[in-house]
């Protein structure tokens, strides 16, 4: 006999699956990323990498959902297909000491947006990017081209703990970081989320700034800065 037959736990409605599992928005959107990243390569190969870092056809499809007027050429960009309604573009500047992770969502907006930008995140072990989260929370607005942008910023490592050694920008190779790199770079430092939601749509934009290996947090004016080549207010 099966055990169902036993009280009435079986009748009671389920709820239905999390689009998203809560862990990966509790380590920070790195986590994510690299999880997309992967699965991404193991199905799409050689192939996908060559689409995903065509600059002219990612500023093209991230046009459509933050207007740029010319690709900034101090930004690599790198894309990312859709993964259940969420699409994503990692922006990391020429000298690589910042990067952003721009996701565009279309479905549950506000319970990522809750995940983003509420204090709430645990702490998680992660396979070769150890532990991460996010610490040392602080929520607040900036200013941006008119708009009032709400924001969390926070560090991805523990208090009392160290990030990844600033390298050797020296001995750094040369040519454009792989996507592996930038992840697990990203994953280590200071971070902003902040929300760039679209006012005339019901869809969901938000930004990830991060300093890799930094302890200094991201501040107000770096995001200003590194928003102006786009369209995020009337005020440009």
Same mark, same amino acid.
């Given at each position: 006999?099966?055990?169902?037959?036993?009280?009435? @736990? /079986?009748?009671?409605?389920?709820?239905?699956?999390?689009?998203? &599992?809560?862990?990966?928005?509790?380590?920070?959107?790195?986590?994510?990323?690299?999880?997309?990243?992967?699965? +991404?390569?193991?199905?799409?190969?050689?192939?996908?990498?060559?689409?995903?870092? @065509?600059?002219?056809?990612?500023?093209?499809?991230?046009?459509?959902?933050?207007? +740029?007027?010319?690709?900034?050429?101090?930004? /690599?960009?790198?894309?990312?297909?859709?993964?259940?309604?969420?699409?994503?573009?990692?922006? #990391?500047?020429? @000298?690589?000491?910042?990067?952003?992770?721009?996701?565009?969502? #279309? *479905?549950?907006?506000?319970?990522?947006?809750?995940?983003?930008?509420?204090?709430?995140?645990?702490?998680?072990?992660?396979?070769?990017?150890?532990?991460?989260?996010?610490?040392?929370?602080?929520?607040? #607005?900036?200013?941006?081209?008119?708009?009032?942008?709400?924001?969390?910023?926070?560090?991805?490592?523990?208090?009392?703990?160290? &990030?990844?050694?600033? &390298? @050797?920008?020296?001995?750094?190779?040369?040519?454009?970081?792989?996507?592996?790199? *930038?992840?697990?770079?990203?994953?280590?430092?200071?971070?902003? /989320? +902040?929300?760039?939601?679209?006012?005339?749509?019901?869809?969901?934009?938000? %930004?990830?700034? #991060?300093?890799?290996?930094?302890?200094?947090?991201?501040? *107000? *004016?770096? %995001?200003?800065?590194? %928003?102006?080549?786009? /369209?995020?207010?009337?005020?440009?």
């Amino acid at each position: 006999m099966s055990e169902e037959g036993w009280g009435t @736990d /079986h009748l009671k409605p389920q709820k239905p699956p999390r689009s998203v &599992p809560v862990w990966v928005w509790a380590c920070g959107s790195g986590c994510l990323l690299a999880i997309v990243a992967l699965a +991404v390569v193991g199905f799409f190969g050689f192939r996908f990498a060559q689409r995903s870092t @065509d600059p002219a056809l990612q500023w093209a499809r991230l046009r459509e959902v933050l207007p +740029v007027d010319e690709p900034p050429p101090q930004l /690599h960009i790198v894309g990312l297909p859709t993964v259940r309604g969420v699409r994503v573009w990692m922006l #990391t500047t020429a @000298d690589q000491r910042m990067q952003g992770m721009l996701q565009y969502v #279309t *479905e549950d907006v506000e319970g990522l947006r809750r995940s983003l930008l509420e204090a709430e995140g645990a702490e998680q072990d992660v396979p070769v990017f150890g532990k991460i989260g996010m610490f040392a929370a602080e929520k607040g #607005t900036a200013r941006v081209q008119g708009r009032e942008l709400p924001y969390l910023r926070f560090q991805t490592f523990p208090p009392g703990s160290e &990030p990844e050694p600033e &390298p @050797d920008r020296a001995e750094e190779r040369e040519g454009r970081p792989g996507i592996l790199e *930038e992840i697990r770079s990203a994953a280590h430092g200071t971070s902003m /989320h +902040v929300d760039l939601h679209p006012e005339s749509t019901d869809h969901g934009l938000f %930004l990830r700034l #991060t300093k890799p290996r930094s302890r200094e947090p991201v501040s *107000e *004016e770096e %995001l200003i800065e590194f %928003l102006e080549p786009f /369209h995020v207010g009337p005020e440009r």
